[in-house]
């Protein structure tokens, strides 16, 4: 079963609106943590914004910020203010789990966002 | 500057050839993993190491070899039995960041195409 799950393929949004791309995910740990990388065509990936599980605040950074919901297992990301420089690819990640390195950080297939002038 | 570097950016070879791909830090981590990444899709896990002279497989290590003799470095060998070693390839290590336990941190890729 998908651990992270992108439902948007491809998403479209006009310069300076607002756009929110859709994470869910699946685990039964109790301490766990979400992440968002963003990934231009350069190939580079770009550490976003994180939200730990026990965390009670959104987190935001900026134009970013995490709507984290905890009973629906959903953490989408909010960009504000989209601008042309955020088109990129968008992957929602996870690590499981507190300090156990190893095979327990998944990422999600990605969102291609596009941002119209 | 800390940072992971990963050389060379573009790497071209024929097929039936073993290529190795470099990958060093400095940031003083001891998990450092390699991803495959194909056109359109996400990441896929290939191997990791938790410490030196340690390393385990992930989702698709068939094809690949990885050591880890030294805590900076942590090659991957593309061998001639990956079926399909075309891709884009991401070294990362993870180690905690400034207001968070444990996040992923990436090099720039290398570019491997195989014909």
């Known amino acids: 079963a998908q651990k992270i799950t992108q439902t948007q393929p491809g998403m479209f949004v006009q310069e300076k609106e607002a756009v929110t791309l859709d994470c869910t995910y699946d685990t039964s740990d109790q301490s766990y943590g979400l992440f968002w990388y963003k990934q231009p065509s350069s190939g580079e990936m770009i550490f976003l914004i994180y939200q730990g599980s026990y965390d009670e605040q959104n987190a935001t950074e900026g134009r970013y910020s995490l709507n984290f919901q905890k009973a629906r297992k959903s953490a989408n990301l909010v960009i504000s203010a989209s601008q042309l420089g955020d088109s990129a690819m968008y992957f929602c990640?996870?690590?499981?789990?507190?300090?156990?390195?190893?095979?327990?950080?998944?990422f999600g297939p990605g969102t291609r966002l596009s941002v119209l002038p | 500057d800390g940072g992971i570097t990963q050389s060379p950016k573009y790497l071209f070879r024929k097929e039936g050839q073993n290529v190795t791909l470099s990958c060093e830090q400095n940031?003083?981590?001891?998990?450092m993993y390699w991803y495959r990444q194909d056109p359109g899709q996400g990441l896929r896990l290939i191997y990791y190491s938790q410490i030196v002279n340690d390393f385990q497989k992930g989702d698709i290590a068939e094809g690949y070899s990885v050591s880890r003799e030294k805590k900076e470095s942590f090659p991957l060998t593309v061998t001639s039995a990956q079926k399909n070693p075309t891709a884009f390839y991401l070294c990362a290590t993870m180690g905690a960041g400034e207001k968070l336990a444990y996040e992923q941190y990436f090099g720039p890729g290398t570019r491997l195409t195989v014909t």
């Open positions: 990640a996870m690590r499981e789990g507190v300090d156990n390195y190893g095979q327990n950080f998944v």
């Open positions: 940031l003083n981590h001891d998990a």
